[in-house]
């Protein structure tokens, strides 16, 4: 066994690059309480006040502090940056200057001039030059071979936030096999596999081949970047603290080089606990020293920034990067994967404030140790920036070594990739189907010249059938726009060093998505059990309505209306994979808006349940704002009847409640929302961010942005600076269902 | 089968009793306290909704996994103006392992032996009594509730003697009962019962205001203002309880 695994078991990762066998011979379960925990050094305390500071004047620039307009973007464009050399433990920036957007054209051009422009920038006009006519981009191959159909259905928003402007991002590498192998060996396993592809040259291995090469390019890179500032990380880590800047370089160079909407980090908590546990019981490190590390890693990983255009913002707002940890879950034996790491990666919350990145991501199960789950409610009641996911609905699907991409995907780590797919909007499909294909906003023929529903009043037989149809209809789009997208993105814009990290036999989900499952299932309830009269505009399209009577509303854990939710995903999702997804993926679905649900919403007429044009969604899988009647159980148990069979891409629901209506003391607030987590996993919910503040606070925040540069709350499947959203997505968020005490 | 005239359900009660649980609020309630917050469950006639004790307990326990720490609490209104059904309920609860706790005034209790009868059968199907005392002073409690104070008096003597598992709650309206020399008898008293696991002082509150407006009553505490943490205190104080309790 190499010098530089002493001290570390053996076993089938000392033989292959095996980083799951590494975890599981080697790591420490930790059932103790949070009393171990140690706070910020002075180190860390000046170096996130003068990156707070930075963020401020970021804030007051319009967004962006800085940004690239001459050099294009690569894992070694840049020299070496610091935010103050002397005092980092961790090192390594994007660019060569904290905070500064990297300038990154292969995804498109004219995006990246526009996201420079839009803040007052200029890309230089040769690099603009080159891009449009000698070196093509993604966005450029995708509008070569849309259809005039998939450009009509963008434009009116039936299908919206496609990744054919940006990164698509949803990729994670296994950056923990930089630290534990180190880039050497990782290049003569690469190199192994392109010596062993088959001899025959079809058009897969020819690609292989080629892919194959770049990864190699990749990691060579990889390794110079580490040389700028001065490491060497090609031989395998021997210290915690080389272990996380391995680990970090791996993540900066996909980042230098990707501007994926999710970059999500993968499992590295329990990972780089075995390090810390080696170098604590050597005697070379104290716990402090240790918190050290871990919050300036993550300090840097707050730091990660994107050049974005409005429109972008306009979908994913408040500059995300989804830069997603996931923490602790189970083994596959049943063994908690908790570490005192686990305890440290929530620490930093407590010791450089809360953020919504890292994207703290905790794998639930009602076996984790009960310390935790405390530990965990209470990081959640006082700082609102966590997520929680079922565990034990992800792990006989994925296994023991699986993380969350952006904020509910999950795959397993390094061996699987998803094609990400933004999000079809359902509730328009089905205005579509009441309205023949034509666009309740536009008045373009948008869909199929289906035959329209006629008469005053809606049928529900007659619109099921419809809406079958018209589903149909935009699931064949939708998967084969995609198609075309993750072909022009693995032509233009491969991810060679997120690949690199990746075994040679890579599985691929082909991820689409669902917007407005609850306006649908409300709608289709409203027509079902109460009377729902069409109003119709001057040019015959049914474009508001006018519901009779009262209907059972989705979040309440009726089932006449659940069971209809249900059928409308399950249908959906079958009929998405009647179609032929790209390189043999796997078509899976989420539930999950981000804050894309107001502009899905200000883009979608009238519904038949009564909302009105324009109003926003609700988020993800959320019930509709304010339609939850009889208290968050009632509101979780109808979002936990969608199958996760059905939605393996993931199913996000937001859960907001006033600390009073939580318990009356912190333990029983804390006992109280385990409680909520524990009831909730066992009726198989997949997804809850937790929000737990007062609604004063948040309009608070809404006047006063400049006093809570830091608050954190949960969007969504993401937790986002509430000061960086737009005015409507703010009042959109406050107008969400407020649990409160009566 | 008999059903119960429900005001609502809340599926999330964190303060309604120990752990999380499944909060029934019954509809009607013989008192008018001046303070009272649900002034939509006084008219018994203006149920929301009529379920028998399986259809509530089945909205329950198909969610159960979220009510291990917890139970379920039958408030309102006055459960005890439909006690035959509440016992119905609490049976049906206890048979499937249920913990019940029941968040009443008292005020329909009665040495009569049919009463009793009841009472005792409730009571052997109840594990957790939540009291409300509203007020020490009989001529205080007939203005404050339009009800004389002895039968919930006596039922909280009643309890004591049983050795039932008890809660005592009273609301701190300044100006009507925060009196001095009532907080101290309250304390006397329960010092006399046996049987208090906890007491608690529940501030006041406006948010019933806006359910006055939509019944077109006048709100009968406008004007009263809300009791400060140093007023929760004083009263702590007087009555006796320690935060340690």
Same mark, same amino acid.
Request: charged residues 25%; proline residues 4%; negative net charge.
């Given at each position: 066994?190499?010098?530089?695994?002493?001290?570390? &078991?053996?076993?089938?990762?000392?033989?292959?690059?095996?980083?799951?066998? %590494?975890?599981?011979?080697n790591?420490?379960?930790?059932? $103790?309480s949070?009393?171990?925990?140690?706070?910020p050094? #002075?180190?860390?305390? #000046?170096?996130?006040?003068?990156v707070?500071?930075?963020?401020?004047?970021?804030?007051?620039?319009?967004?962006?502090?800085?940004?690239?307009?001459?050099?294009?973007?690569t894992?070694?464009?840049?020299?070496?940056?610091?935010?103050? &050399?002397?005092k980092?433990?961790?090192? $390594?920036l994007?660019?060569?200057?904290?905070?500064?957007?990297?300038?990154?054209?292969?995804?498109?051009?004219?995006?990246?001039?526009?996201?420079?422009?839009?803040?007052?920038?200029?890309?230089?006009?040769?690099?603009?030059?080159? @891009?449009?006519?000698?070196r093509?981009?993604?966005?450029?191959g995708?509008?070569d071979?849309?259809?005039?159909?998939?450009?009509?259905?963008?434009?009116n928003?039936?299908?919206?936030?496609?990744?054919?402007?940006?990164?698509?991002?949803?990729?994670?590498?296994?950056?923990?096999?930089?630290?534990?192998?180190?880039?050497?060996?990782?290049?003569?396993?690469?190199?192994?596999?392109?010596?062993? /592809?088959?001899?025959?040259?079809?058009?897969?291995?020819?690609?292989?081949?080629?892919?194959?090469?770049?990864?190699?390019?990749?990691l060579?890179?990889?390794?110079?970047?580490?040389?700028?500032?001065?490491?060497?990380?090609?031989?395998?880590?021997?210290?915690?603290?080389?272990?996380?800047q391995?680990?970090?370089?791996?993540?900066?160079?996909?980042?230098?080089?990707?501007?994926?909407?999710?970059?999500?980090?993968?499992?590295?908590?329990?990972?780089?606990?075995?390090?810390?546990?080696?170098?604590?019981?050597?005697?070379?490190?104290?716990?402090?020293?240790?918190?050290?590390?871990?919050?300036? @890693?993550?300090?840097?990983?707050?730091?990660?920034?994107?050049?974005?255009?409005?429109?972008?913002?306009?979908?994913?707002?408040?500059?995300?990067?989804?830069?997603t940890?996931?923490?602790?879950?189970?083994?596959?034996?049943?063994?908690?994967? =908790?570490?005192?790491?686990?305890?440290?990666?929530?620490?930093?919350l407590?010791?450089?404030?809360?953020?919504?990145?890292?994207?703290?991501?905790? *794998?639930?199960?009602?076996?984790?140790?009960?310390?935790?789950?405390?530990?965990?409610?209470?990081?959640?009641?006082?700082?609102?920036?966590v997520?929680?996911?079922?565990?034990?609905?992800?792990?006989?699907?994925?296994?023991?070594?699986?993380?969350?991409a952006?904020?509910?995907?999950?795959?397993?780590?390094?061996?699987?990739?998803?094609?990400?797919?933004?999000?079809?909007?359902?509730?328009?499909?089905?205005?579509?189907?009441?309205?023949?294909?034509?666009?309740?906003?536009?008045?373009?023929q948008?869909?199929?010249?289906?035959?329209?529903?006629?008469?005053?009043?809606l049928?529900?037989?007659?619109?099921?059938?419809?809406?079958?149809?018209?589903?149909?209809?935009?699931?064949?789009?939708?998967?084969?726009?995609?198609?075309?997208?993750?072909y022009?993105?693995?032509?233009?814009?491969?991810?060679?060093?997120?690949?690199?990290?990746?075994?040679?036999?890579?599985?691929?989900?082909f991820?689409?998505?669902?917007?407005?499952?609850?306006?649908?299932?409300?709608?289709?309830?409203?027509?079902?059990?109460a009377?729902?009269?069409?109003?119709?505009?001057?040019?015959?399209?049914?474009?508001?309505?006018?519901?009779?009577?009262d @209907?059972?509303?989705?979040?309440?854990?009726?089932?006449?209306?659940?069971?209809?939710?249900?059928?409308?995903?399950?249908?959906?999702?079958?009929?998405?994979?009647?179609?032929?997804?790209?390189?043999?993926?796997?078509?899976?679905?989420?539930?999950?808006?981000?804050?894309?649900?107001?502009?899905? $919403?200000?883009? /979608?007429?009238?519904?038949?349940?009564?909302?009105?044009?324009?109003?926003?969604?609700?988020?993800?899988?959320?019930?509709?704002?304010?339609?939850?009647?009889? $208290?968050?159980?009632?509101?979780?148990?109808?979002?936990?009847?969608?199958?996760?069979?059905?939605?393996?891409?993931?199913?996000?629901?937001?859960?907001?409640?006033?600390?009073?209506?939580?318990?009356?003391?912190?333990?029983?607030? #804390?006992?109280? *929302?385990?409680a909520?987590?524990?009831?909730?996993?066992?009726?198989?919910? %997949?997804?809850?961010?937790?929000?737990? @503040?007062?609604?004063? *606070?948040?309009?608070?925040?809404?006047?006063?942005?400049?006093?809570?540069?830091?608050?954190?709350?949960?969007?969504?499947?993401?937790? =986002?600076?509430?000061?960086?959203?737009?005015?409507?997505?703010?009042?959109?968020?406050?107008?969400?269902?407020?649990?409160?005490?009566? | 089968?008999?059903?119960?005239?429900?005001?609502?359900?809340?599926?999330?009660?964190?303060?309604?009793?120990?752990?999380?649980?499944?909060?029934?609020?019954?509809?009607?309630?013989?008192?008018?306290?001046?303070y009272?917050?649900?002034?939509?469950?006084w008219?018994?006639?203006?149920? +929301?909704?009529?379920?028998?004790? !399986?259809?509530?307990?089945?909205?329950?326990?198909?969610?159960?996994?979220?009510? +291990?720490?917890?139970?379920?609490?039958?408030?309102?209104?006055?459960?005890?103006?439909?006690?035959?059904?509440?016992?119905?309920?609490?049976?049906?609860?206890k048979?499937?392992?249920?913990?019940?706790?029941?968040?009443?005034?008292?005020?329909?209790?009665?040495?009569?032996?049919?009463?009793?009868?009841?009472?005792?059968?409730l009571?052997?199907v109840?594990?957790?009594?939540?009291?409300?005392?509203?007020?020490? !002073?009989?001529?205080?409690? +007939?203005?404050?509730?339009?009800?004389?104070?002895?039968?919930?008096?006596?039922?909280?003597?009643?309890?004591?003697?049983?050795?039932?598992?008890?809660?005592?709650?009273?609301?701190?309206v300044?100006?009507?009962?925060?009196?001095?020399?009532?907080?101290?008898?309250?304390?006397?008293?329960?010092?006399?019962?046996?049987?208090?696991e906890?007491?608690?002082?529940?501030?006041?509150?406006?948010?019933?205001?806006?359910?006055?407006?939509?019944?077109?009553?006048?709100?009968?505490?406008?004007?009263?203002?809300?009791?400060?943490?140093?007023?929760? !205190?004083?009263a702590k104080?007087?009555?006796?309880?320690?935060?340690?309790?």
């Amino acid at each position: 066994m190499r010098e530089e695994w002493t001290g570390f &078991k053996e076993g089938r990762w000392v033989h292959e690059i095996n980083v799951r066998s %590494f975890i599981h011979k080697n790591y420490t379960p930790y059932y $103790g309480s949070e009393d171990f925990l140690e706070g910020p050094t #002075e180190d860390t305390t #000046e170096l996130w006040q003068k990156v707070s500071e930075l963020m401020k004047e970021e804030i007051a620039a319009g967004g962006a502090l800085d940004m690239d307009t001459k050099t294009v973007s690569t894992i070694t464009s840049h020299g070496a940056a610091y935010i103050n &050399k002397d005092k980092e433990k961790i090192v $390594g920036l994007q660019t060569d200057k904290p905070l500064k957007r990297a300038l990154m054209p292969a995804g498109g051009i004219r995006m990246a001039v526009k996201a420079c422009r839009d803040h007052g920038y200029e890309v230089d006009p040769e690099i603009v030059d080159f @891009f449009t006519e000698h070196r093509k981009t993604h966005n450029a191959g995708v509008f070569d071979a849309y259809t005039p159909e998939m450009r009509k259905c963008r434009t009116n928003h039936i299908i919206t936030g496609l990744p054919d402007a940006y990164g698509r991002g949803r990729i994670i590498g296994d950056y923990r096999r930089v630290a534990l192998y180190g880039v050497d060996k990782l290049i003569e396993d690469k190199q192994f596999q392109k010596d062993t /592809t088959v001899s025959t040259m079809s058009l897969e291995v020819i690609r292989e081949r080629e892919e194959l090469s770049e990864q190699i390019r990749a990691l060579e890179m990889l390794k110079k970047l580490a040389e700028i500032y001065g490491c060497d990380i090609s031989k395998p880590a021997t210290t915690l603290r080389e272990a996380t800047q391995a680990l970090y370089f791996a993540y900066l160079a996909a980042v230098k080089e990707q501007n994926g909407a999710a970059m999500s980090l993968g499992r590295t908590s329990t990972f780089l606990d075995i390090y810390a546990e080696r170098d604590l019981k050597a005697g070379v490190i104290t716990e402090k020293e240790v918190q050290e590390i871990i919050d300036q @890693f993550v300090m840097k990983l707050r730091m990660v920034r994107f050049a974005r255009t409005p429109d972008y913002d306009q979908i994913f707002a408040g500059d995300p990067t989804w830069v997603t940890e996931s923490i602790g879950g189970l083994d596959t034996d049943g063994k908690p994967l =908790v570490t005192k790491m686990s305890f440290r990666y929530l620490n930093t919350l407590n010791n450089i404030g809360a953020a919504p990145e890292p994207n703290l991501t905790v *794998l639930w199960s009602e076996h984790l140790p009960e310390n935790f789950k405390k530990f965990c409610a209470k990081i959640s009641i006082e700082h609102h920036a966590v997520q929680y996911e079922n565990d034990d609905l992800m792990r006989p699907v994925h296994g023991d070594d699986y993380a969350i991409a952006c904020c509910v995907s999950s795959m397993r780590v390094g061996k699987e990739m998803q094609f990400f797919g933004a999000r079809a909007n359902l509730a328009k499909c089905l205005l579509y189907a009441i309205n023949g294909g034509v666009d309740e906003i536009s008045g373009q023929q948008v869909g199929p010249e289906y035959r329209a529903v006629t008469g005053d009043y809606l049928d529900y037989e007659d619109v099921m059938k419809k809406y079958r149809d018209m589903m149909r209809w935009l699931a064949r789009v939708y998967v084969n726009a995609l198609n075309i997208i993750h072909y022009m993105h693995d032509k233009y814009s491969y991810e060679r060093l997120q690949m690199a990290l990746h075994d040679r036999d890579v599985k691929r989900w082909f991820a689409t998505g669902i917007a407005g499952l609850s306006v649908v299932a409300d709608s289709l309830s409203a027509i079902k059990y109460a009377k729902v009269r069409v109003i119709r505009n001057e040019n015959g399209i049914a474009s508001d309505y006018v519901v009779e009577g009262d @209907f059972p509303k989705f979040g309440n854990d009726d089932d006449r209306v659940d069971s209809i939710a249900k059928e409308v995903l399950h249908t959906f999702i079958s009929y998405l994979r009647e179609n032929a997804a790209y390189r043999n993926g796997e078509i899976t679905t989420s539930i999950l808006t981000i804050t894309s649900n107001v502009t899905y $919403g200000k883009n /979608t007429g009238s519904t038949p349940d009564g909302r009105k044009a324009g109003e926003p969604f609700a988020p993800g899988a959320n019930p509709m704002h304010g339609r939850d009647e009889n $208290g968050a159980v009632a509101s979780l148990a109808s979002v936990s009847k969608l199958p996760f069979t059905d939605s393996q891409d993931g199913i996000s629901n937001t859960f907001t409640i006033v600390p009073s209506a939580l318990g009356k003391t912190d333990d029983e607030r #804390e006992n109280n *929302l385990v409680a909520l987590l524990d009831g909730y996993t066992a009726k198989r919910g %997949f997804h809850l961010n937790v929000n737990v @503040f007062d609604k004063e *606070l948040l309009l608070d925040a809404q006047k006063h942005p400049e006093l809570y540069p830091q608050l954190t709350i949960r969007v969504s499947g993401y937790a =986002v600076n509430f000061i960086k959203l737009t005015k409507a997505q703010q009042d959109e968020v406050i107008s969400r269902t407020f649990h409160s005490a009566l | 089968m008999q059903k119960g005239k429900i005001h609502s359900i809340e599926s999330f009660g964190t303060v309604d009793g120990p752990g999380v649980r499944f909060v029934v609020f019954f509809q009607g309630c013989p008192m008018r306290c001046l303070y009272c917050h649900n002034p939509d469950t006084w008219e018994i006639s203006h149920a +929301k909704y009529e379920l028998t004790a !399986d259809e509530i307990l089945e909205r329950m326990t198909r969610n159960i996994p979220f009510y +291990k720490t917890g139970g379920i609490t039958a408030t309102g209104g006055e459960p005890l103006m439909q006690i035959d059904f509440l016992t119905e309920l609490f049976e049906k609860a206890k048979r499937a392992g249920i913990h019940t706790c029941l968040d009443t005034s008292g005020i329909t209790f009665r040495f009569d032996s049919d009463i009793l009868a009841k009472f005792n059968t409730l009571l052997s199907v109840t594990d957790l009594v939540m009291l409300d005392i509203k007020h020490m !002073d009989k001529e205080e409690h +007939k203005k404050l509730c339009s009800h004389a104070n002895d039968a919930p008096l006596e039922f909280a003597r009643y309890l004591s003697k049983l050795g039932k598992p008890t809660r005592i709650r009273y609301v701190l309206v300044p100006g009507y009962t925060d009196g001095e020399d009532d907080l101290t008898a309250l304390g006397e008293f329960i010092r006399t019962l046996d049987n208090i696991e906890q007491v608690e002082v529940l501030p006041y509150h406006e948010l019933g205001k806006t359910k006055y407006e939509a019944l077109r009553i006048p709100y009968p505490l406008e004007g009263v203002r809300v009791p400060s943490s140093a007023d929760i !205190d004083r009263a702590k104080r007087l009555i006796g309880i320690n935060d340690t309790n």
